[in-house]
């Protein structure tokens, strides 16, 4: 078992920064894909960035350019870097972790709320 514990959200003023942090604890040898997913209000759960386990990025939607992701691996932590935040990436926010290619490990969310 794998336990994630988010922290760093808040609330920011558009055009604002704030880091998230994911950290694992628990059976963490297998993690490999490592990501961030958002939810706002009244919409699904989208992919917001995803790092492999070497190291490699992806950004989704309106993020690219202004997000990075990126992964300690001696503190078993992800980071959500987010810069010029905007209303619309108010949400909370969840990190994701797969071990083993096969199972998958949420955390509890962190909000993210971006005033205008």
């Known amino acids: 078992q794998v336990q994630l514990v988010e922290s760093g959200g808040g609330l920011v003023q558009a055009g604002g920064s704030l880091t998230l942090s994911c950290a694992a604890s628990?059976?963490?040898?297998?993690?490999?894909?490592l990501s961030w997913y958002r939810q706002a209000p009244g919409k699904l759960r989208e992919l917001v960035a995803r790092?492999?386990?070497?190291?490699?990025?992806s950004y989704f939607g309106s993020v690219k350019g202004r997000f990075t992701i990126s992964r300690d691996d001696a503190k078993n932590t992800v980071y959500l870097q987010m810069n010029s935040l905007k209303p619309e990436d108010t949400a909370v926010y969840y990190c994701?972790?797969?071990?083993?290619?096969?199972?998958?490990?949420w955390g509890q969310g962190t909000q993210v709320t971006v005033s205008s």
């Open positions: 994701n972790m797969v071990a083993g290619g096969i199972y998958e490990y």
């Open positions: 628990g059976d963490t040898n297998r993690i490999n894909v």
């Open positions: 790092i492999s386990a070497g190291g490699a990025t």
